[in-house]
């Protein structure tokens, strides 16, 4: 019986997923049941949301359905008393399961974040070999703008982040060009304004980077999805009208690459009107694909049924399996379905009996090189993949250049 934690997966009825909840769940057990079937377990004082039976034939699409179906059993779950939670979108590992071809695949996925920074300092010589002073750079008067942006990049949750990225957007465009005020005292409406304005900055500067793919010219292309599309989606709720849920799963990439085009926005305007530059380094795909062929090349992926967590053990001092539990290496691949230009992995697979057999329930996790220990993780309780066709463990590496706009966010 596949579980985990002592709670069964049913992985026999259907698909499911196990997602973190990092404030915990109520003090006694919470089940939210779905009329076409499919239900999710809210283990009492656990940071879990197990979702189980649930119709599923894929990994895409079934990975948001399950993360939706998760979300609406927490929104339900206060009706009974628990306390408000959240889903981590960003933490990991993440367990999920399906049915293909009348098989059975459960994954455990984790994702580690790499920043790759780089600096370098230019002196100046003159004709005698001699350095010559530079005189400091001159002081950037502060702006509003910048309070918004902050936040925006400081936040864990991706629509406060956005919403305050469009506020400091809006800030800096204001000092741009403020709103016109006609002769009854009238201001210029907010969409009127905003469409001018981005005219009026095109004609300056050429903003066809930031545009989403359109036939319109850059800036009606950029108003319609920033103004018309994104933030009535995000700052409205109307029955009725197209709008963004917190924490939903399905639209929340198109969101990401939206943010990060806006957020490169705001900073060529911050550096035009203020003069401010934001630093940054990193690697190009080129150097990733090399960097990232290195870090995964000739790994093995465990699997362990030690408890011991890697965040108790000092950092960069980790072990295979440090309270001596038994470890099982897996016949291990490129995940070649995970992987994209920013992102290397690989991935160990082997049956869930063959693992049960020899570790019992899995605890810990990661990658060898020769030997040695290269990645570790580790689940938060132990999971039992008894019945499961193919147990899959991923570990991937995803390259996040320093400086650049936030991505990755929790709620």
Same mark, same amino acid.
């Given at each position: 019986?596949?579980?985990f934690?002592?709670?069964?997966?049913?992985?026999?009825?259907?698909?499911?997923g196990?997602?973190?909840?990092?404030?915990?769940?109520?003090?006694?057990?919470?089940?939210?049941?779905?009329?076409?079937?499919?239900?999710?377990? @809210?283990?009492?004082?656990?940071?879990?949301?197990?979702?189980?039976?649930?119709?599923?034939?894929?990994?895409?699409?079934?990975?948001?359905?399950?993360?939706?179906a998760?979300?609406?059993?927490?929104?339900?779950?206060?009706?009974?008393g628990?306390?408000?939670?959240?889903?981590?979108?960003?933490?990991?590992?993440?367990?999920?399961?399906?049915h293909?071809?009348?098989?059975t695949?459960?994954?455990?996925?984790?994702? +580690?974040?790499?920043?790759?920074?780089?600096?370098?300092?230019?002196?100046?010589?003159?004709? /005698?070999?001699?350095?010559?002073?530079?005189?400091?750079?001159?002081?950037?008067?502060?702006?509003?703008?910048?309070?918004?942006?902050?936040?925006?990049?400081?936040?864990?949750?991706?629509?406060?982040?956005?919403? /305050?990225?469009?506020?400091?957007?809006?800030?800096?465009?204001s000092?741009?060009?403020?709103?016109?005020?006609?002769? +009854?005292?009238?201001?210029?409406?907010?969409g009127?304004?905003?469409?001018?304005? @981005?005219?009026?900055?095109?004609?300056?500067? &050429?903003?066809?980077?930031?545009?989403?793919?359109?036939?319109?010219?850059?800036?009606?292309?950029?108003?319609?999805?920033?103004?018309?599309?994104?933030?009535?989606?995000?700052f409205?709720?109307?029955?009725?009208?197209?709008?963004?849920?917190?924490?939903?799963? +399905?639209?929340?990439?198109?969101?990401?690459?939206?943010?990060?085009?806006?957020?490169?926005?705001?900073?060529? @305007?911050?550096?035009?009107?203020?003069?401010?530059?934001?630093?940054?380094?990193?690697?190009?795909?080129?150097?990733?694909?090399?960097?990232?062929?290195?870090?995964?090349?000739?790994?093995?992926?465990?699997?362990? &049924?030690?408890?011991?967590?890697?965040?108790?053990?000092?950092?960069?001092?980790?072990g295979?399996?440090?309270?001596?539990?038994?470890?099982?290496?897996?016949?291990?691949?490129?995940?070649?379905?995970?992987?994209d230009?920013?992102?290397?992995?690989?991935?160990?697979?082997?049956?869930? &009996?063959?693992? +049960?057999?020899?570790?019992?329930?899995?605890?810990?996790f990661?990658?060898?090189?020769?030997?040695?220990?290269?990645?570790?993780?580790?689940?938060?309780?132990?999971? &039992?993949?008894?019945g499961?066709?193919?147990?899959?463990?991923?570990?991937?590496?995803? /390259?996040? /250049?320093?400086?650049?706009?936030?991505?990755?966010?929790?709620?």
């Amino acid at each position: 019986m596949a579980a985990f934690g002592g709670v069964d997966l049913l992985i026999e009825s259907g698909g499911g997923g196990m997602f973190e909840v990092p404030s915990g769940n109520g003090d006694s057990d919470f089940i939210y049941r779905f009329d076409d079937g499919g239900e999710v377990v @809210l283990p009492a004082k656990a940071h879990v949301a197990i979702v189980r039976g649930v119709a599923i034939t894929g990994y895409e699409g079934g990975l948001a359905m399950a993360r939706e179906a998760a979300n609406r059993a927490l929104d339900m779950s206060l009706t009974k008393g628990a306390p408000p939670a959240f889903l981590d979108h960003h933490k990991q590992p993440e367990v999920f399961w399906w049915h293909d071809a009348g098989a059975t695949t459960l994954r455990v996925l984790s994702t +580690t974040g790499l920043t790759m920074k780089m600096s370098a300092t230019v002196v100046v010589k003159n004709a /005698n070999g001699e350095i010559v002073s530079q005189p400091p750079p001159p002081e950037i008067a502060w702006h509003e703008s910048m309070r918004y942006y902050r936040i925006s990049e400081a936040t864990n949750d991706f629509f406060d982040s956005f919403r /305050n990225l469009y506020l400091a957007i809006e800030s800096l465009l204001s000092t741009v060009s403020p709103p016109v005020i006609d002769s +009854t005292g009238r201001a210029e409406r907010e969409g009127d304004w905003l469409k001018r304005v @981005l005219r009026e900055v095109h004609a300056k500067l &050429d903003l066809s980077s930031f545009a989403p793919a359109s036939r319109q010219a850059a800036h009606n292309a950029i108003f319609t999805d920033l103004y018309s599309g994104l933030r009535t989606a995000i700052f409205h709720a109307k029955r009725g009208k197209r709008v963004w849920l917190p924490q939903e799963w +399905t639209d929340r990439q198109t969101i990401i690459e939206a943010r990060q085009r806006y957020a490169r926005l705001f900073r060529l @305007l911050a550096q035009d009107q203020l003069g401010v530059r934001f630093p940054g380094s990193g690697l190009s795909k080129h150097g990733f694909a090399i960097t990232g062929a290195a870090i995964m090349e000739n790994v093995v992926v465990f699997v362990s &049924d030690d408890p011991t967590r890697h965040v108790d053990e000092p950092k960069g001092e980790y072990g295979i399996a440090p309270a001596g539990g038994r470890v099982l290496h897996l016949p291990t691949r490129p995940a070649t379905e995970l992987l994209d230009d920013w992102t290397a992995g690989v991935v160990g697979a082997e049956s869930g &009996d063959t693992i +049960t057999g020899a570790i019992g329930a899995i605890r810990r996790f990661g990658t060898l090189r020769a030997g040695e220990l290269a990645l570790v993780e580790n689940l938060t309780g132990a999971l &039992d993949v008894s019945g499961a066709d193919n147990v899959e463990v991923a570990l991937l590496a995803t /390259n996040r /250049n320093h400086g650049a706009p936030k991505q990755d966010f929790g709620s």
